[in-house]
């Protein structure tokens, strides 16, 4: 088995991690401090740089001006970008537009390549993804009360949604919505474009998260659709395929979010290593010293070496084995990077005492910001149930034979 990286990947990985470093932490106090809009003239020079290297949408097929790398390299560059809180963003394959561009690529018609897709894939505009609602589960997305129906040549979208991520600001919308009731639960529904002015769709609020209401890209909507009348062409896919489609794009997007769930530990871990060796508990004794911090810090590094290698064999899988036969493997990885960078952060602010609560570091941030991630893209106990019910089932078809 050969874990090395190739030499050409190697020296892409080390001209972001390059860019990462000089480039976007300096931005980091000021990310901490002001609206995201403020910081909007800022980061678009910085995507300007990433475009001028070269090194624009890292996750896109060369075809629509990406890199075109496999998923496994896409995730090698995915723990490069996670160390900054804008690394994702300054080139292009933040969530959710990442996740928008593949529908719209494997779903959209002619016209909706033209009027979203390149504008997106551009930079120009920002998109958004809304199907959780406040009245029902999102842990089951076959089971939802948003209505989309259909009135002469249009659909008419009833509904209400909220964690709409990063609506505030976005031109459009890819809603999912129940447009064939009567249908088996997983063919009921479909994803449709919505502009985001369009009359009837209202975003009445950024939900409040973790002390903070966010603005623009790093906001969660609350958004209600009230006779929001759209044509049908605006319908992405096959009528009935929303709830497939959304599958699809979870693959991926996991590997994604777990990959730079790696960078966020990886920068943590670098946080906490510089800490203890330079905080003295007495004068010529760096924290350092001390055997809690030392097995902190080995628990720590075994634990990132391990989910990464871990998610770096999804990835793989999904390449060349599929996503079906992966589903094993992505659940794995979802519940154990998220918990894992949640231990690795818990530890990196526990050594850095009281500094590890303040916005002076990014830990603080990366802390209230990624917890979530252990309830998006299917909370732990939706992953664990699903990963036992197919690890048991051979026992039990074993059982019923016998
Ligand atoms: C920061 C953030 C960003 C998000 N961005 C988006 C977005 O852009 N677009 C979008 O549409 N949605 C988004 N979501 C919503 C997200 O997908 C849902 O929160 C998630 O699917 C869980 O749904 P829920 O909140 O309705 O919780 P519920 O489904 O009500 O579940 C509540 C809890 O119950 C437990 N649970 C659920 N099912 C089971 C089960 N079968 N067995 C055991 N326990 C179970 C889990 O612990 C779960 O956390 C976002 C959420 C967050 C927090």
Redesign the pocket.
Known sequence: MDFSIPESTQEMLGRIRNFVETELYPLESEFLEKKFRDMLPVLAEKRQMVRDMGLWLPQIEKEHGGLGLSLLEHGLVSAELGKSPVGNYAFNCQ??DSGNMEILIKFGSPEHHEKYLKPLLAGEIRS???????D??????TWMGTTAEKDGDDYVINGK???????DGATFAVV?AVTNPEAHRHMRASQILVPLDTPGMTLTANTP?MGHRGDDWTS?GEITYENCRVPQSNLLGPEGGGFMMAQERLGPGRIHHCMRWIGIAERAFDLMCAYAAKREVAPGRPLGTQQIIQAWISESRVQINAARLMVLHAAWMIDNVGQKDARNEVSMIKFNTANMMMDVLDRAIQVHGGLGITDYTPLAFFWR?E????????????H???LAKRLLQPYMDNLEQG
């Open positions: 969530a959710p958004c993804f809304s199907m959780t609602e406040p029902f589960p999102g842990s089951n997305p949604k909220w964690f709409t991520s990063s609506a999912m998260c969660h910001h917890r979530a991630g252990r309830i998006y893209d299917g909370a732990d106990e939706v664990k149930v699903s």
